[in-house]
């Protein structure tokens, strides 16, 4: 049998990680600027986690939701003091798209309606509502079209406006756009958001999956804004690769059983990995040192030759070149053996390390960058 080819992939295998390091079956090592699309948000192979994985496999792996889970509670209690929402109420899930899913669920459960406004440039994953929101056709099937959704310009304050009625069920975007090419949504546009939101009886959900859990040198980056949304969607660092997310939900929901549901989320190893993320993200400091680094590395970015703009915040960066980066991405992997990522804009390079990434190994990337770079013709 063979896979189904929906990937185009690098000739590389992985066989070994420790903190941004990879190496492949020969030995060769890489330096992962990338984190798997922003999933390892606390390095490889990270000793603490590995420690508390291990332990949990060793009592209890999984068992359902028709149980109590005492870690389902203690990250809920985590998460609450983390992210500032301490009234808030957690589900837990397993990706990204489907925390997207339930969110968009809830918020239609929660006032009868249908209409969601969306963002031009936006993604939020490939199960059917959330692709359906998802500003790229090519990945919507016949069957997931959806004439309920709206998708207006990012930032663009009128046409938000305009579009916002009594029949609008739920706003949905990420704070930072990451597959869209690290496009920051404003700050008044957020609260206006909100504000319309409220004014209309309609929900905000800052969809958190690639631009939250401290990446931004904030918990979610929707919050700098002065704003709480209704619901956050997180997923990808919260884990740092053992497949878990969340929806943390305002206390204006009220839950009713049966209303979400799912056999694998929550369970034993995934709160225990996620425990682990946290007690490292907090005893690590992380959330400050993305800020810190983000706002370091984003200024030496700012004097690279061909550099047309740098967006982002904290480690989640955008370079945006003169020039399309796939011919540079290919040579930074294969002859420099760093991983970078790209995006739906052809011209910018995407940066999502782990949050706990040395500084040294960013100044070895401005060096490679910076040569690189003077091979290209302005
Ligand atoms: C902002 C955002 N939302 C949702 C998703 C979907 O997450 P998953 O692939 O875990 O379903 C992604 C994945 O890249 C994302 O970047």
């Given at each position: 049998?063979s896979?189904f080819?929906?990937?185009?992939?690098y000739?590389?295998?992985?066989?070994?990680?420790?903190?941004e390091?990879?190496?492949d079956k020969?030995?060769?090592?890489y330096l992962?600027l990338?984190?798997?699309?922003a999933?390892?948000?606390?390095?490889?192979?990270?000793?603490?986690?590995?420690?508390?994985?291990t332990?949990?496999?060793?009592?209890i792996?999984?068992?359902?939701?028709s149980?109590?889970?005492?870690?389902?509670?203690?990250?809920?209690?985590r998460?609450?003091?983390?992210s500032?929402?301490?009234?808030?109420?957690l589900?837990?899930?397993?990706s990204?798209a489907?925390?997207?899913?339930?969110a968009?669920?809830?918020?239609?459960?929660?006032n009868?309606?249908?209409?969601?406004?969306?963002?031009k440039?936006?993604?939020?994953?490939?199960?059917?509502?959330?692709?359906?929101?998802?500003?790229?056709?090519?990945?919507?099937?016949?069957?997931?079209?959806?004439e309920?959704i709206?998708?207006l310009?990012l930032?663009?304050l009128?046409?938000?406006?305009n579009e916002?009625?009594?029949e609008?069920?739920a706003?949905?975007?990420?704070?930072?756009?990451g597959?869209?090419?690290i496009?920051l949504?404003n700050?008044?546009?957020?609260?206006?958001?909100?504000?319309?939101?409220?004014r209309?009886?309609?929900?905000?959900?800052?969809d958190?999956?690639?631009?939250?859990?401290g990446?931004t040198g904030?918990?979610?980056?929707?919050?700098?804004?002065?704003?709480?949304?209704d619901?956050?969607?997180?997923?990808?660092?919260?884990g740092n690769?053992f497949p878990?997310?969340?929806?943390?939900?305002?206390p204006?929901?009220?839950?009713?059983?049966g209303?979400?549901g799912?056999?694998?989320?929550?369970?034993?190893?995934?709160c225990e990995?996620a425990?682990?993320?946290?007690?490292v993200?907090e005893?690590?400091?992380?959330?400050?040192?993305?800020?810190n680094?983000?706002?370091?590395?984003?200024?030496?970015?700012?004097?690279?030759?061909?550099?047309?703009?740098?967006?982002?915040?904290?480690l989640?960066?955008?370079?945006?070149l003169?020039?399309?980066?796939?011919?540079?991405?290919d040579?930074l992997?294969?002859?420099?053996?760093?991983?970078?990522?790209?995006s739906?804009n052809?011209n910018?390079?995407?940066?999502?390390p782990?949050?706990?990434?040395?500084?040294?190994?960013?100044?070895?990337?401005l060096?490679?960058?910076?040569n690189?770079l003077?091979?290209?013709?302005a």
């Amino acid at each position: 049998m063979s896979l189904f080819q929906v990937y185009p992939l690098y000739d590389i295998e992985p066989v070994k990680g420790l903190g941004e390091y990879l190496w492949d079956k020969n030995g060769v090592q890489y330096l992962d600027l990338y984190g798997g699309h922003a999933v390892i948000s606390i390095g490889h192979t990270h000793p603490h986690y590995l420690k508390k994985i291990t332990e949990q496999i060793n009592k209890i792996g999984f068992y359902s939701n028709s149980i109590h889970i005492g870690s389902q509670e203690k990250l809920a209690e985590r998460l609450s003091k983390i992210s500032g929402c301490e009234e808030y109420n957690l589900f837990l899930c397993n990706s990204g798209a489907e925390a997207n899913e339930n969110a968009l669920k809830l918020a239609s459960f929660a006032n009868g309606r249908k209409k969601i406004i969306a963002f031009k440039g936006a993604f939020h994953g490939r199960t059917s509502l959330a692709v359906a929101c998802t500003d790229n056709p090519s990945i919507i099937a016949p069957i997931n079209e959806n004439e309920n959704i709206v998708f207006l310009p990012l930032n663009d304050l009128q046409a938000l406006e305009n579009e916002m009625n009594e029949e609008v069920c739920a706003v949905i975007i990420e704070g930072i756009q990451g597959v869209g090419g690290i496009q920051l949504a404003n700050f008044e546009f957020l609260r206006k958001i909100k504000e319309l939101c409220t004014r209309f009886g309609a929900y905000m959900i800052a969809d958190s999956v690639q631009c939250g859990y401290g990446r931004t040198g904030n918990f979610f980056y929707h919050d700098l804004s002065g704003i709480k949304a209704d619901i956050y969607t997180m997923a990808k660092g919260m884990g740092n690769g053992f497949p878990i997310a969340g929806i943390l939900i305002s206390p204006v929901f009220k839950a009713k059983n049966g209303m979400l549901g799912t056999t694998f989320g929550g369970n034993h190893l995934a709160c225990e990995a996620a425990l682990a993320v946290l007690d490292v993200i907090e005893q690590e400091n992380l959330i400050e040192n993305a800020e810190n680094l983000g706002n370091w590395l984003m200024q030496e970015l700012k004097t690279l030759p061909h550099v047309k703009e740098i967006r982002g915040k904290g480690l989640m960066i955008g370079i945006e070149l003169d020039f399309p980066i796939a011919t540079l991405r290919d040579k930074l992997i294969y002859e420099h053996k760093m991983f970078t990522g790209n995006s739906s804009n052809k011209n910018t390079l995407r940066l999502l390390p782990a949050l706990n990434i040395a500084k040294s190994s960013l100044v070895q990337f401005l060096e490679v960058l910076r040569n690189e770079l003077k091979n290209y013709k302005a």
